[in-house]
T-cell receptor, first 113, second 113 residues
């Protein structure tokens, strides 16, 4: 089954404790992206990757890091989480042809205390 | 720069009534346009997309949207609302070239029995 998986689905942590949210896709997609969803703000792009070892900032990259060492994986790293990073996070992937559909993971709900 | 405006963060309709969710876009090049639906505690799922073929696009679950270049609009409609349509709906735009997808702030649809 074609899918994007994220782990963990729920995470409670404390300010400053480094964490990683994993994302994996099995569709051989070149493009992967991370979004955060906040009430009233919709989805905002954090980082995206066009292919292995190619990443770039989205609209709200501050406080986040990513890496793309393998085509299927695109982890999101919060080196020193802060309460304003409490949010719902989505990973997505798609091919690079024009107008391709993005496929979304189930989301990771993060609470930073 | 591309952008999307969704008018109305909350829309309520009676079961069986017409659903109309509004989306206006801004793009410097011919856009690709998408509607996604998010059911509670789930990720986003594609409803339909416009990729410069037919201006009237039909999607899943009886939804359709019409691309109107003169009005820079891509409103989502469904003739008769069902209880199962209650969800949050997101309009998104992509210029196709740089792969970036920009989302609107979302519209929550409530269906009243």
């Amino acid at each position: 089954e074609a899918q994007v998986t994220q782990n963990p689905r729920y995470l409670i942590t404390v300010t400053g404790k480094k964490l990683t949210v994993t994302c994996s896709q099995n569709m051989n997609h070149e493009y992967m992206s991370w979004y955060r969803q906040d009430p009233g703000l919709g989805l905002r792009q954090i980082y995206y990757s066009m292919n292995v070892e190619v990443t770039d900032k989205g609209d709200v990259p501050e406080g986040y890091k990513v890496s793309r060492k393998e085509k299927r994986n695109f982890p999101l790293i919060l080196e020193s989480p802060s309460p304003n990073q409490t949010s719902l996070y989505f990973c997505a992937s798609k091919g690079t042809s024009r107008g391709e559909t993005q496929y979304f993971g189930p989301g990771t709900r993060l609470l930073v205390l | 720069a591309q952008s999307v405006t969704q008018l109305g963060s909350h829309v309520s309709v009676s079961e069986g009534a017409l659903v109309l969710l509004r989306c206006n876009y801004s793009s410097s090049v011919p856009p690709y346009l998408f509607w996604y639906v998010q059911y509670p505690n789930q990720g986003l799922q594609l409803l339909l997309k416009y990729t410069s073929a037919a201006t009237l696009v039909k999607g899943i679950n009886g939804f359709e949207a019409e691309f109107k270049k003169s009005e820079t609009s891509f409103h989502l409609t469904k003739p008769s609302a069902h209880m199962s349509d209650a969800a949050e709906y997101f309009c998104a735009v992509s210029d196709g070239g740089y792969q970036k997808v920009t989302f609107g702030t979302g519209t929550k649809l409530q269906v009243i029995p």
